[in-house]
């Protein structure tokens, strides 16, 4: 089969999936880019292969909306530095793919296009806020994605739909054109069916980027030729706070599994504790809030996003633009990071929050002292219906909860498939010391090749 052919066959899944996994295509780009790898014009480790790009991460003439109506119709006139990546290995990418709105969410049911659905099961959400991404490579709309994640964004729908998904740590891979949420968080990531597949696809993109400022001045990493190491001495530490109320029995169950897997290739494992994860949740929304509070100012409608037809007075005008053109859960969010920032209660929530990073940041610095990895489960449990949290935003928040502690700590993660409650996938997280991202994807892929 060429590569026009097989391309093509991805193109009519998407026509027929009942998804809503993208929210543009590139169909004559994708054809194009097609004949020229046919034609060895174009080659590199991705030569060919189908790729979906999340919404927030800008593409050169193909519309970037981070689903929202606010930039509903932009169309970048520059590749993000990591889709710059993907086109010198030749990849093709087939399109963008549908998100929360501004990434703000855990379940892409906040996007102004309409909920993404869950592969495994149609009534349920993919999870967020790369829920695209991780629908699209699990239901093989693609073979490989770009996510990024803020809180969890792509271990949370990587887990939900049954593939696997890596966030990098802070600073590994260039944040330059990717639209901005929070910036002291955010990382984009791969998403993929195999953690081989991953592996590759974060050598890829990773590396120094001269424009980005928050960019590690390392060389790109070598993953995929150490994916087959033994474990034997490989300590891991397993956090009880991970495993607290609301963890679905199920799904630890499914997470010792993993670990007595491990076990048996030659690691170990040990209950830790690690007591400032408690606060991990509560700071991590007052943080996310404010950062987002500021980056969304820019959306003026003046000189970026929606502009309504009328004119009227600036702050009139400022006020109903923005007041059309964000969704309510973004809305919601910018209210409350400008009012953590306002004058008499930032040193109440923001400080704060600052101080209870820097001691999560400490315990984990602690942590990997002893430890080579850490695991405990990626959500508390399986995918949720459509409809059933959306309008209760504390219990939206809540599912957060063992995914935004990596952030706060600017540490890298992975989430892999280890088991199912039904027809629902349940992901194992894997988390490690900063730039350890060989050695998490390599206990990925021998937990990944021995569990039954």
Known sequence: MSHREYLESVLETIRLSKLNAYITLDHEGVRQQAEQVDAGERDGRLAGVPVAVK???????????????????????FDAFVVTRLKEEGAVIVGKTNMDEFSMGTSTETSYFGPTRNPSDLNRVPGGSSGGSAAAVAACEADLALGSDTGGSIRCPASFCGVVGLKPTYGRVSRSGLVAYGNSLEQIGPIARTVAECALLF???????????????????????????????????????????????????????????????????DVISLASLKRALSAYYVLAMSEASSNLARYSGIVYGYRADRDQNWHTTFS????????????????????????????????????????????????????????????????FRIGEKIEDPLALYQVDINTVPVNLANIPALSLPCGRKGKLPIGVQIIGDKFSEAKLLNVAHQLEQNLS
Not at 236 to 244: Q, R, S, T, W
Not at 333 to 348: F, N, P, V
Not at 366 to 371: D, P, Q
């Open 55 to 77: 919404d927030a991460i800008s593409t050169k003439g193909l519309r970037t909306t981070c689903a929202s109506r606010m930039l509903e119709h932009y169309v970048p006139p």
């Open 203 to 269: 050598e890829v993109i990773a590396g120094h980027d001269p424009l980005d400022s928050t960019s590690a001045k390392l060389p790109a990493p070598q993953c995929t030729s150490s994916l087959d190491d033994h474990l034997s001495g490989t300590k891991i530490g397993v956090p009880k706070e991970l495993f607290g109320e609301g963890v679905d029995p199920i799904v630890e169950a499914a997470t010792w599994k993993a670990l007595h897997t491990l076990d048996d290739l030659g690691a170990s494992a």
């Open 320 to 383: 109903e633009d923005r007041a059309v053109g964000f969704g309510k859960e973004v809305k919601r969010r910018i209210l409350l990071g400008t009012y953590a920032l306002s004058a008499g209660y930032y040193d109440k929530y923001y400080s704060k929050a600052l101080g209870a990073r820097a001691l999560i940041q400490r315990d984990f610095m602690k942590a990997f002292k002893t430890y080579d990895a850490l695991i405990a489960p990626t959500m508390p449990h399986t995918a």
